[in-house]
């Protein structure tokens, strides 16, 4: 039974640049220069991969002197220029403005023609910033972290036993599981030693989410969109063997596989061409495949109990289910129901369950299904694991928090940066001022609108008023940033819209709003309306289908009527056409046309595509087939405006913008083979083809970005670990204490 995938959104954890090997022979001729050129580039491609690995785990003296050998061994090229820019960010996240200051003035005054000029201007402006910051601020020592903490609810004892700090902090993902014996902890493909010696990596490979053993002589890991195998020595933790493919498929960011209590076996969602989320047993002895379970929803999760037959697995349909399966073809029990969540490693001894309900950890012992809520104290982080005897949990505070993030790159190349660090956002709606100097976009966990400078500076809350509140959300500025709209939940799970009138000067509303649709119900979707050119109409998904209303009041025209299912409306340069989606069945989809005063639409393309308006208004430019195709609206043949080959082909292409000089189109791109690892935004002339990437430096996924007015900066949102804090700790609590009765 095929089914449809689980997306996981997860974040490159480095910037990965392509070493090119080149060695020489004793005895052999000296290398020509281009070959030692090619040498000394491939020397400064891994330093640079160095600097950013080290500069990610706050290494900051080492990520210097490693941008510094970038810089001796190219001087002058493009990414020895990086290199000095990465040196004034580093220098920026060690609190040394004046220095900061100084190399970014340096790379301006060297370098005065270069891409890198327009985000350096900014930083020189940062950094002058927070001088000044500095100057009016005491520096506050960090207080010193207990070694126990005790729940006031229930009077555990939460004792630190290990802290992870310096090379050793690299606790990232799921954070790791500790070896059998003890000795070591693996943290996606790093080892880390509980000693304290240097952590090393599993394998050489590009690889996530690895796992021991039980018998602590083997462990698992994604890459290459495989499932490996690597043996292993329990006492050094080091591989003993070369790793071994084991199964082919669409393997990266899942959760780890789980191995059967001797070691012989995995059980895993198989991931392929043919079927996706079901729970299968791969035996590495002979490679035998085994199907456990055959749902019409999402498995995954599953972990054998001691027997070695009996499994407990989580479902994800319409309720997230945690069920017990006593053995291959067995009917499955349901232990416990949630809205949404994840299950957790089980006791060693098989009797308790351990799950998160969205934000809430509770244990669930499978005797008698009893269910304890646990709400562990600030300061030991979340859940990790159990001890090996199984009496006690294992929490973990990591010093990397998961967090969206809003990045700023020039349309011209060069390095990007991060717009508000430190600044908890959900940057997935972002607004440009007009003088492409500001971003407006929300702040994390709430419905609050901060606008943010590009040079700098705090961000400044967007004042609403009226237009706040528990049930109301911020959808959409007017194209001439006079008036925003908003949508208020109802209690029967539609919404009404509304608008009301703004200003971005001192920002926040200059009057009441008003309400110009009720009652809408865009089933759910997160955008379903679009404002028109002039700021005058706003067109919208209402019951799946198109209808228009005026800016101001309610005046609410219907503009299709079809049987369909109809989305995302784009009006045209002009304002006089709407394009849209219609979907006549699942699968089956049209890119359709219609004049914003009605008629019938003119379908342009089967099956819909990704699109936009061309700049005049008169086609719509498409992706079809790796080309982008200007499809006239009034009839005639497609026009091809470019080939998608450039910077390797691509298997989806989202985002198309026309930059405002109309020769220029940007766009976001996968590449073939990342499988949802990284994603391209790039820039392509159409007269003459050529193709740049933007935002080169940030090899992770980005999601989606936005052009400013004036067309010189992009901005995007991705999502990654960032380091918060110096040191990741252990702690552990007695179980016991923790399901005791309250008295």
């Known amino acids: 039974m095929r089914k449809k995938g689980v997306v996981f959104l997860a974040a490159m954890l480095s910037l990965v640049f392509a070493a090119r090997p080149a060695s020489t022979d004793v005895g052999q001729a000296p290398p020509a220069a281009d070959q030692r050129s090619e040498a000394a580039g491939g020397l400064a491609e891994k330093q640079f991969a160095d ?8 290494n900051f003296a080492d990520a210097i002197a490693a941008y510094e050998k970038v810089i001796q061994l190219l001087p002058g090229s493009s990414i020895a220029q990086d290199a000095r820019y990465w040196i004034g960010q580093t220098y920026l996240r060690m609190g040394k403005s004046g220095e900061a200051l100084a190399v970014f003035k340096k790379l301006l005054e060297d370098y005065p023609g270069s891409p890198i000029v327009p985000v350096t201007q900014l930083m020189v402006s940062r950094a002058e910033q927070e001088i000044e910051a500095e100057k009016a601020r005491a520096k506050k020592a960090a207080a010193s972290e207990p070694s126990l903490i005790v729940d006031p609810a229930t009077g555990a004892e939460f004792r ?3 802290t992870f700090s310096g090379k050793s902090d690299v606790l990232l993902g799921l954070g790791g599981f500790f070896s059998p014996n003890g000795r070591f902890l693996l943290s996606e493909k790093t080892v880390i030693p509980l000693d304290g010696s240097e952590p090393f990596p599993l394998t050489d490979k590009e690889a996530w989410r690895g796992s021991w053993s039980p018998d602590g002589k083997k462990a698992a890991f994604y890459a290459e969109n495989a499932i490996w195998v690597v043996p292993v020595s329990p006492e050094t933790g080091r591989p003993s063997g070369p790793a071994k493919k084991v199964l082919d498929g669409k393997y990266v960011f899942q959760y780890p596989v789980t191995w059967s209590p001797d070691s012989r076996k995995i059980a895993l969602p198989r991931r392929d061409d043919t079927t996706d989320g ?11 495949l085994t199907r456990l379970t055959d749902e019409p929803w999402y498995e995954t999760n599953a972990f054998w109990l001691p027997d070695g037959k009996s499994m407990v697995y989580l479902t994800r349909g319409q309720r997230f289910e945690i069920r017990f399966l006593s053995g291959p073809g067995e009917k499955p029990k349901t232990l416990a129901e949630m809205e949404v969540g994840e299950l957790l490693p089980l006791s060693p001894d098989g009797k308790w369950v351990a799950y998160k309900d969205r934000q809430n950890f509770r244990l669930l012992r499978i005797a008698d299904q009893r269910i304890f809520s646990i709400t562990p104290p600030e300061g030991v982080g979340s859940f990790h694991s159990w001890s090996r005897d199984g009496e006690r949990l294992i929490f973990r505070r990591s010093s990397y928090e998961y967090k969206s993030l ?5 349309t011209s190349g060069g390095p990007t940066f991060e717009l508000a660090r430190g600044i908890d956002l959900w940057p997935y709606q972002q607004t440009w001022s007009s003088a492409s100097d500001r ?11 901060v606008m943010i400078p590009l040079s700098g500076g705090a961000p400044l809350p967007v004042e609403l008023g009226a237009a706040t509140g528990e049930k109301s959300k911020p959808l959409a500025f007017s194209p001439d940033q006079k008036r925003l709209a908003f949508a208020v939940d109802r209690d029967d799970e539609n919404e009404d819209l509304y608008t009301v009138p703004v200003t971005l000067d001192e920002p926040g509303t200059t009057g009441p709003p008003v309400l110009v649709f009720k009652d809408w119900d865009r089933r759910q979707v997160f955008m379903q309306m679009s404002w028109s050119p002039d700021g005058q109409k706003i067109a919208l998904i209402h019951k799946g289908d198109i209808w228009l209303t005026s800016a101001t009041e309610e005046k609410r025209v219907q503009l299709t009527n079809t049987p369909e299912i109809e989305g995302g409306p784009k009006w045209s340069p002009r304002g006089d056409k709407i394009v849209f989606n219609s979907e006549i069945k699942e699968g089956d989809t049209r890119l ?3 004049s914003a005063s009605g008629g019938e639409a003119t379908t342009l393309m089967t099956p819909s595509v990704r699109h936009c308006w061309s700049p005049d208004g ?3 430019t498409v992706v079809s087939d790796k080309k982008l195709l200007n499809m006239p609206v009034d009839g005639g043949k497609p026009r091809e405006i470019l080939g998608l080959t450039a910077k390797g082909s691509t298997e989806q292409v989202w985002d198309l913008t026309w930059l405002p000089d109309g020769k220029r189109i940007a766009f976001a791109a996968e590449p073939e083979k990342a499988r949802g690892t990284s994603s391209l935004i790039c820039v392509a002339s159409i007269g003459t083809g050529e193709t740049v990437e933007l935002a080169s430096d940030d090899t992770g996924w980005k999601d989606g970005f936005f052009l400013s007015p004036d067309g010189k900066w992009i901005s995007y949102y991705t999502d990654q670990f960032i380091k918060t804090r110096p040191a990741s700790t252990i702690w552990e609590v007695k179980l016991e204490d ?6």
């Open 51 to 58: 600097a950013v690995t080290l500069l990610k785990q706050e």
């Open 160 to 162: 630190k036993v290990h």
């Open 278 to 288: 079901d729970i299968w047993v791969l035996s590495l002895e002979d490679g035998a």
């Open 406 to 410: 809003l990045r700023i790159g020039s």
């Open 439 to 449: 971003i407006i976009t929300h702040r994390a966990d709430d419905n609050e609108l």
């Open 592 to 594: 359709r046309v219609i």
């Open 618 to 620: 008169k086609a719509v």
């Open 738 to 743: 923790l399901i005791k009765e309250k008295k």
